[in-house]
């Protein structure tokens, strides 16, 4: 992984991953900073890591369940619509999805 | 802290720390919202509280400045970002709630690097928090408004959070404690995330005694968040030896930290042995490697937690849309951060498919070398002590356009945050050009109490040091 080079394929393809409507200067600037990022992470593989287990947590919690029951909640359904730009008939109104 | 009581009103208290914040504000840029009305109304209920004899609670009256990415309906939260303008909650924090229950008064929110991505406040929306010692360098960060709202002595205490280093780095740059707790004491609910599994919610105080009582009354279980640990903090009654095993760590001796840094901690590490404590020296390669996977593990999980910024529920949204689409991509491309957009990107680069084995996966095995480091050097010495940060604080802009220099800043405070443990920021002393110096203690996975009581401990040790300073210099005045 020590050489892998980040281009303006990758760029796209992570701005795409993203949601970022990047514009050419941005994609320019990413493409150096990205590289120079990844160059430095890549000196894990250095590191020794054959036989140890990954982790993700460090108290090694698993999923801890609760009750299946509606709790009073803080926010009701008129302050969190309250927050969106705009709101018709109890729905967040967006621009045309196709 | 002073709080209020019969003696000294709650109001006395906040226009006092209102008045040094607007004071002060110009200068350097410390908050991004002042809570002037809601503060002043709230002071005078306490007063009028305390009036009627009932009991306000143990922070009663006591001005505080809040990070600006814990939620709560006074001010609008913002992060720092421009994504979420115009966005105030409808709900509180915990620990927003838990400070507030005890009589605390918010006076204003704080700047920090948007989304908490950052070193030094430079990449917040509003522009940067200047240091308490120096006008021309950085806060540190991210939580830089914090850390300067207290080491001016606007307010007694400020919240923050630390995912990598976001509290110890601006306390040590600024000459207040900082406390980074064991991972899950204090809830994060209410928190705007940034990394899951490292963010921790801590504090900014003048001294060790305030940090306890914070801790007292902070930390514990919450059924808002699932990994808070069962209560501990002030709760087992343990046999805390006041002779300590210290460990320092020899990779950190090298040439990548400042002379300065490493003088410092010669210095303290004399003061100990000559306290009685025993010095223990750690080899720790593993550590070596903590601030890559660091920066490997943390872009993945801002990846995640901030693809829920759509300009669709709240905040902002761009203007300039015809499709959903180009609702969702104008809106982040214009709402984050450059800062903001590498993290994200490189998050999503580590995750996707053909490199998540190479990088993600190689990331996670070594955050459990660095733990298995931490346990072994524990079975060797009570606690560490360790530079929070290789450099005292830099010149505004001197590493904001280079990525990976601003974070080599961390690397001697992420792996604290990889492996869950506290860590506590200590002010000792300063540099000849006046800038603050900061050492952090870190101890085993809940020892957050002795941390902060071998801190107080120090203090008294200095203190009485210094008083034989004075008498031996014959009677200073």
């Known amino acids: ?98 | 802290m002073k709080t209020a009581s019969k003696d000294i009103s709650a109001m006395t208290l906040v226009k006092e720390a209102l008045t040094k914040a607007h004071q002060y504000q110009e200068q350097y840029h410390i908050f991004n919202y002042l809570n002037d009305t809601e503060a002043i109304r709230k002071a005078a209920e306490i007063d009028e509280r305390i009036k009627r004899g009932e009991n306000v609670g143990r922070l009663a009256g006591v001005p505080y400045a809040l990070k600006d990415n814990f939620l709560s309906p006074e001010g609008e939260t913002t992060a720092s970002a421009h994504i979420l303008e115009g966005f105030t909650s409808p709900v509180t924090a915990t620990a927003v709630k838990r400070v507030e229950d005890e009589g605390a008064i918010m006076i204003g929110r704080t700047n920090l690097d948007a989304f908490a991505h950052g070193s030094s406040t430079e990449n917040s929306y509003y522009g940067p928090t200047k240091n308490s010692k120096d006008l021309e360098r950085v806060a540190g960060g991210s939580s830089g408004g914090s850390a300067v709202a207290v080491a001016l002595g606007i307010v007694p205490f400020a919240t923050g959070t630390d995912t990598g280093g976001s509290i110890r780095q601006p306390a040590s740059f600024n000459g207040v404690y900082g406390l980074k707790p064991t991972y899950g004491t204090i809830s994060r609910y209410g928190v705007v995330a940034m990394a899951s599994s490292t963010d921790c919610v801590g504090f900014f105080t003048e001294n060790p005694e305030d940090m306890d009582l914070l801790m007292k009354v902070t930390a514990g279980q919450d059924p808002n968040d699932m990994t808070t640990l069962p209560d501990f903090y002030d709760r087992e009654e343990k046999f805390d030896d006041p002779i300590k095993k210290i460990g320092v760590i020899k990779d950190f001796d090298n040439e990548a930290v400042s002379p300065e840094i490493r003088a410092c901690l010669s210095r303290e590490i004399e003061k100990l042995k000559a306290a009685g404590h025993e010095i223990v020296e750690l080899n720790m390669p593993a550590l070596k490697y903590a601030l890559a996977a660091y920066y490997i593990i943390t872009p993945a999980e801002v990846a995640s937690n901030l693809s829920r910024h759509d300009g669709v529920r709240y905040g902002f949204r761009s203007e300039n849309v015809q499709t959903l689409d180009e609702l969702y991509n104008n809106t982040r491309n214009e709402g984050f951060m450059p800062e903001n957009k590498r993290r994200i990107m490189i998050g999503n680069f580590v995750l996707s498919s053909g490199f998540y084995d190479a990088y993600y996966l190689k990331a996670a095995k070594a955050r459990t070398l660095i733990i298995q480091e931490y346990a072994q050097a524990f079975e060797k010495c009570d606690l560490i002590l360790t530079p929070v940060s290789p450099n005292p604080a830099f010149k505004l802009g001197e590493k904001v356009d280079n990525p990976v220099a601003m974070y080599l800043e961390d690397m001697m405070s992420v792996s604290l945050n990889l492996a869950g443990l506290p860590g506590l920021a200590i002010p000792v002393g300063e540099t000849t050009n006046g800038l603050s110096l900061g050492l952090q203690l870190v101890g085993p996975r809940r020892s957050d109490q002795e941390l902060i009581n071998f801190a107080k401990r120090m203090r008294g040790d200095h203190e009485s040091a210094e008083d034989e300073h004075v008498d031996l210099m014959g009677g200073n005045d």
């Open chain 1, 1 to 98: 992984m020590g050489n892998m080079e980040v281009n303006q394929d990758t760029i796209a393809h992570l701005a795409k991953l993203s949601d970022f409507a990047l514009t050419e200067d941005e994609s320019a600037r990413l493409e150096a900073d990205i590289n120079g990022i990844v160059n430095y992470i890549s000196q894990l593989d250095e590191l020794d890591t054959t036989g140890v287990e990954p982790t993700y947590q460090v108290f090694e919690m698993e999923n801890i369940w609760r009750e299946d029951e509606i709790l009073p909640q803080e926010a009701d359904r008129e302050a969190l619509l309250g927050l969106a730009k705009e709101v018709k008939d109890n729905h967040i109104k967006v621009p045309k999805v196709l």
